[in-house]
């Protein structure tokens, strides 16, 4: 059972402009929400991370927007650069333990 | 090392080979993640250990897999009779324990795994 789902697969956009991503996930049971980034060869890394105490949290030009009664939460890249070009995983875990489950994944391109 | 080593970078088998995967984790980190990536793909979540607790192996796809972790440090993935699906990037991470830490997992740059 797909317990995270992200949207879009994959995002073109121009630098300057904004990066949106969008996760919905099933289980209330989880807690902690963070986003990874990946870039060709290399592990995914933590990105952002956000908790249900708070409907927004804000780092540099990446902002996660949280709606805990539609159980969605996004990615906003503000100012898009050519070195955000990425891939980009949302995750969520439960309160119980630290095991994620990911996100399908959204392939970011930015055009300079 | 400063990060999360794994070995090898790539591994290229026959099917119906064994093929074992290793990771050393951040030293102090008690929490060790095998996940699988393939082309393209998300990341499927394979096993957990967490200390001495028993590991969560609820993602393991078949009997083939198997992994365990020495002395709560190196782990070792193993796949039996490999077969063609199991290409794949094979992903290790560790973290802090989660009550007292961020719950930031640190991934290593995996393992590609070619099954010809």
């Known amino acids: 059972q797909q317990q995270v789902k992200q949207s879009p697969q994959s995002l073109i956009v121009q630098k300057g402009g904004i990066s949106i991503i969008n996760c919905a996930y099933e289980?209330?049971?989880?807690?902690?929400f963070p986003w990874y980034q990946q870039f060709p060869g290399k592990g995914p890394a933590l990105l952002i991370a956000?908790?249900?105490?708070?409907s927004e949290k804000k780092e540099g030009r990446f902002t996660i927007s949280f709606n805990k009664s539609a159980k969605q939460f996004s990615l906003h890249i503000m100012d898009s650069q050519p070195g955000d070009s990425a891939t980009y995983f949302c995750?969520?875990?439960?309160?119980?333990?630290?095991?994620?489950?990911f996100g399908e994944g959204t392939q970011l391109t930015v055009n300079p | 090392g400063a990060g999360v080593s794994q070995s090898p970078s790539n591994k290229v088998t026959e099917k119906g080979k064994d093929v074992e995967l290793r990771c050393d984790p951040i030293?102090?980190?008690?929490?060790l993640y095998w996940y699988r990536q393939s082309l393209g793909q998300g990341l499927e979540f394979l096993i957990y250990?967490?200390?001495?607790?028993?590991?969560?192996k609820s993602g393991l796809p078949s009997d083939r897999f198997s992994a365990e972790r020495t002395g709560g440090s190196v782990s070792t993935l193993t796949i039996q009779r490999t077969q063609q699906e199991d290409s794949a990037v094979y992903l290790c991470?560790?973290?802090?324990?989660?009550?007292?830490?961020?719950?930031?997992?640190?991934f290593g740059e995996g393992s590609r795994l070619t099954v010809l």
């Open positions: 289980n209330t049971a989880f807690d902690y």
């Open positions: 991470a560790s973290s802090l324990n989660r009550d007292r830490g961020t719950g930031e997992l640190f």
């Open positions: 250990f967490q200390g001495n607790s028993a590991p969560d």
């Open positions: 995750a969520a875990s439960k309160a119980s333990g630290s095991r994620l489950t």
């Open positions: 956000i908790r249900p105490d708070v």
């Open positions: 030293s102090g980190h008690t929490a």
